[in-house]
């Protein structure tokens, strides 16, 4: 990952660099308070509006029911709702079929 980032960054030195991303990486992983950030974790893609709508494109069918939405300064594309609660519904009702009273 980082060697695709610093194609952005040329002409700054590949290894300064690295030492530069594993200072960052560090210093966020130290905070007290690490969070799992919604937008990051319940999203299919997290990005700018270009970004976001070419995935959903490139996802053909399977991206017709899913939402672009602005959260702060980026995109992200979600789940629908309704979709997520049919999936959550069968897999409920597989394991309640699956269960047995003793």
């Not at 030492?19 to 999203?43: D, F, K, M, N």
């Amino acid at each position: 990952m980082c060697a695709e980032l610093h194609h952005y960054l040329k002409p700054y030195p590949l290894t300064a660099f690295q030492a530069e991303h594993r200072q960052w990486v560090i210093a966020e992983l130290s905070i007290a308070s690490v969070r799992r950030e919604a937008s990051w974790t319940e999203s299919i893609a997290v990005g700018s509006r270009q970004y976001v709508e070419g995935v959903k494109e490139k996802l053909g069918i399977r991206g017709k029911d899913r939402r672009c939405a602005a959260e702060g300064d980026h995109y992200q594309l979600r789940e629908s709702a309704a979709s997520y609660n049919v999936e959550m519904d069968m897999e409920m009702a597989a394991l309640s079929d699956n269960t047995v009273d003793y």
